[in-house]
């Protein structure tokens, strides 16, 4: 406080001085006490300073911050001013009968110069920072708890404010990022993190958790820092504040690549034990039906031993018969019964070819294997004057090697699949036959032109009896498979984008 000033100027300053909230101080250059204001006095008990600067710390109870040990006295601001330095914002712990629980101060000092610029002393000011202090303390408390919480997660956690910002994550969090220290993560957002797709998908979420305030669980795959790709359940909630505000996200992300890759196990195996049920199942259903079809053989086996034979000699009786009578009959004189022995010819044939069918199952036999010429076959097959000149013949056959079969047999399963692509084109059409190897098989492939098979009837096509035709007995194509699969090979009706399609698959060995 300069000495040239009035005594009503200086009377002003000290009222001023003293009606601050800040403890203040003034000390001559020799140390002695000179002004103390009304909050140095409650503040630190300041209201006397001993002769001896290097005992102040020890007669205030002067502290570092952390109020374990002394401030060394010759670091007191109010020392190193009277030394020519000013302090600034210097934080002190003090204790002493005066102030028992103690304060924290924050101090600033300064020398006092006359006009003539000698040293005259020295100020001191100090305000109170204890609240400040207790608050930052409860703080980091409440900082190294949640850390605590966090790190003490094994699973990815984090907290994000309203605009996003990372607030607090734990370690997982930081190692899954690529960050050494979780700090490294604080104030940054998803898009500095993560690829851009994968960012704006995670703000997403965030969002729309704010905006429902409902809990969002999902599961998804996810690439870490290093390229590692694992599985993560994830639950996201939002954060409300005191006053029912949301003020931001929390979330943990769980590692479930171990129970994802054991539901895929189950899964695997759920779907070998369907299948294995459903190839059961097939086969149990396939077993069946070759049982009730070599019921079926076996009735009409016995019906052709007992009844073909004695059927076969009236037949012949009745066609020899016919026969003399077209010899003595003129046409022109007897037109009608030259119709009648037509008929009566025609007949007798067609219960030939039915006896014969028969026939075919009472004899069911290994195949009498030689090499032998599909191709032959299927010509013979095509050949006589059986077939309408109304339907006409398309050939695709390649050249195929011979093949060890039963030319007798295989001949018959052929002639009754052309034979029946004919009789479905009454009205006439086109008949196409196709040979060619296939990988380890020769095709033989029948297609007409007539109406088509649908797929309900395609399904029972090959069950003995079973017929489309009004004079058939469905024999024709029964034998045929039963000739076919005797071999080793398949026959089936497919689809066709007109008429019916019947292909004949042999091995070549």
């Given at each position: ?249 929390t979330g943990i992300a769980r590692d479930i690549t171990e129970r994802k890759q054991v539901e895929e196990s189950l899964r695997v195996s759920r779907d070998e034990l369907e299948r294995r049920v459903a190839d059961r199942t097939a086969a149990l259903a396939e077993a069946q039906e070759s049982l009730v079809r070599k019921e079926r053989l076996a009735v009409l086996g016995q019906l ?206």
């Amino acid at each position: 406080m300069s000495a040239d000033r009035t005594p009503d100027e200086r009377k002003w300053a000290l009222h001023v001085l003293d009606s601050v909230g800040d403890g203040v101080l003034i000390v001559d250059q020799h140390a002695r006490l000179v002004y103390y204001n009304e909050a140095a006095v409650r503040l630190v008990g300041a209201d006397r300073l001993g002769e001896d600067p290097s005992r102040w710390n020890v007669e205030y109870g002067v502290y570092y911050p952390d109020e374990g040990l002394l401030f060394p006295a010759e670091e007191l601001p109010i020392v190193r001013a009277l030394a020519g330095v000013a302090s600034n914002d210097v934080e002190l712990f003090v204790r002493n009968a005066r102030v028992p629980d103690g304060i924290h101060i924050r101090v600033s000092a300064g020398p006092l110069h006359d006009a003539a610029g000698r040293l005259r002393g020295a100020h001191c000011f100090f305000r109170d920072i204890t609240q400040r202090r207790l608050q930052e303390r409860r703080l980091a408390a409440g900082e190294r708890q949640k850390r605590a919480i966090l790190d003490n997660i094994p699973d990815i956690a984090w907290l994000k404010d309203r605009a996003g910002r990372f607030l607090a994550v734990n370690q997982p969090f930081a190692e899954a990022a690529g960050k050494a220290l979780p700090e490294e993560v604080i104030g940054l957002t998803d898009l500095d993190l993560w690829p851009r797709e994968l960012a704006e998908r995670y703000r997403g979420d965030d969002a729309e958790v704010m905006r429902s305030r409902q809990r969002k669980r999902l599961e998804e795959p996810f690439v870490d820092a290093r390229g590692r790709t694992y599985w993560i359940e994830t639950i996201k909630q939002s954060i409300v504040g005191p006053e029912d505000e949301v003020i931001g996200t929390t979330g943990i992300a769980r590692d479930i690549t171990e129970r994802k890759q054991v539901e895929e196990s189950l899964r695997v195996s759920r779907d070998e034990l369907e299948r294995r049920v459903a190839d059961r199942t097939a086969a149990l259903a396939e077993a069946q039906e070759s049982l009730v079809r070599k019921e079926r053989l076996a009735v009409l086996g016995q019906l052709a031993g007992g009844v073909a034979h004695q059927i076969r000699n009236p037949l012949a009786a009745i066609m020899n018969a016919a026969y003399v009578l077209k010899r003595h009959l003129a046409p022109v004189e007897h037109p009608d019964v030259e119709d009648a022995i037509r008929i009566i010819h025609d007949e007798v044939r067609h219960s030939n070819v039915i006896i014969t069918g028969l026939l075919d199952y009472a004899r069911v036999r290994t195949p009498d294997r030689h090499p032998a010429s599909i191709v032959e076959l299927v010509e013979r097959a095509l050949s006589g004057e059986w077939i309408p000149s109304s339907v006409k013949i398309e050939r695709a056959i390649d050249a195929v090697p011979p093949l060890e079969i039963d030319a007798d047999q295989m001949h018959g399963a052929i002639f009754n699949v052309v034979r029946n692509a004919v009789e479905a084109m009454p009205d006439g059409g086109t008949l196409h036959v196709e040979v060619r190897t296939g990988g380890d098989h020769v095709l033989v492939a029948v297609t007409d032109s007539g109406p088509g098979i649908s797929a309900q009837v395609r399904d029972r096509l090959f069950e003995p009896l079973h017929s489309t035709k009004p004079m058939g007995i469905g024999l024709g194509l029964v034998t045929a498979r039963t000739f076919v699969e005797a071999h080793g090979g398949r026959i089936a009706c497919v689809e066709a984008p007109r008429g019916a399609r019947f292909e004949i698959r042999l091995p070549l060995a």
